[in-house]
């Protein structure tokens, strides 16, 4: 695979709480999409770190089209 690798000085991290304000879901929500595999996460002791990309990443996959 020819994947390119992204620097990690220009990945921005997100908090648990700014994705859900983002989303305007609940924390709850998120965490529930990082356990279960959806949204990419990073854990950091207690806590995780999502990458900005992979809320676009899931944001894209997550559309529907009606119709």
């Known amino acids: 695979m020819n994947d390119p690798v992204t620097p990690l000085?220009?990945?921005r991290f997100l908090k648990v709480a700014?994705?859900?304000a983002a989303l305007r879901v609940s924390r709850m929500?998120?965490?529930r999409l990082?356990?279960?595999g959806d949204l990419e996460?990073?854990?950091f002791g207690r806590n995780f770190r999502?990458?900005?990309h992979a809320?676009?990443?899931?944001l894209r996959e997550?559309?529907?089209h009606a119709g």
């Open 29 to 31: 929500s998120v965490y």
């Open 41 to 43: 996460a990073v854990r």
């Open 50 to 52: 999502v990458p900005e």
């Open 55 to 58: 809320v676009n990443a899931y």
């Open 34 to 36: 990082i356990h279960s």
């Open 9 to 11: 000085g220009t990945v």
């Open 18 to 20: 700014e994705v859900a």
């Open 62 to 64: 997550s559309f529907y």
